[in-house]
């Protein structure tokens, strides 16, 4: 993965899928982002406006807003700019269903803190 910060590449460290709501007037939209790109050493979550694109999203943008629409123009949700970036952030994150994992007695607790501070930093909000 590239980032347009002094053209310094940061490592994809997982590809996954991501659920959260979005609050939309009096009710919660579900949404689903699947082939997410996990970076455990970026501090804020980032959004590809191509990656989006390439999978049929649309996108309206004035006064510091951007609405992001489905292929078939439905609203899926809105982000905001501060400064010079948009920000986008869901209103509750949906855990992933816990794996059932037959045996981790053959892993150092190093390893097994490192992997639940990796998977419980993924779920947090900027």
Same mark, same amino acid.
């Given at each position: 993965?590239?980032?347009?910060?002094?053209?310094?590449?940061?490592?994809?460290?997982?590809?996954? #899928?991501? =659920?959260?709501?979005?609050?939309?007037?009096?009710?919660?939209?579900?949404? #689903?982002?699947?082939?997410?790109?996990?970076?455990?050493?970026? =501090?804020?979550?980032?959004?590809?406006?191509?990656?989006? *694109? &390439?999978?049929?999203?649309?996108?309206?943008?004035? &006064?510091?807003?951007?609405?992001?629409?489905?292929?078939?123009? %439905?609203?899926?949700?809105?982000?905001?700019?501060? *400064?010079?970036?948009?920000?986008?952030?869901?209103?509750?994150?949906?855990?992933?269903?816990?794996?059932?994992? %037959?045996?981790?007695?053959?892993? #150092?607790?190093?390893?097994? *803190?490192?992997? %639940?501070?990796?998977?419980?930093? #993924?779920?947090?909000?900027?």
């Amino acid at each position: 993965m590239s980032l347009a910060i002094g053209n310094k590449d940061c490592t994809v460290g997982g590809i996954g #899928t991501i =659920r959260f709501l979005v609050k939309y007037k009096d009710y919660f939209d579900e949404m #689903t982002f699947s082939d997410v790109l996990h970076n455990p050493k970026l =501090r804020i979550n980032l959004l590809s406006g191509s990656r989006l *694109e &390439k999978k049929g999203a649309h996108f309206v943008g004035s &006064k510091g807003k951007i609405h992001v629409y489905n292929k078939d123009w %439905n609203k899926e949700f809105l982000v905001v700019r501060r *400064e010079n970036l948009y920000f986008f952030k869901p209103t509750k994150y949906i855990a992933p269903k816990p794996k059932v994992i %037959n045996s981790v007695s053959n892993k #150092t607790s190093n390893e097994k *803190e490192c992997i %639940n501070g990796n998977m419980a930093r #993924t779920a947090l909000p900027y």
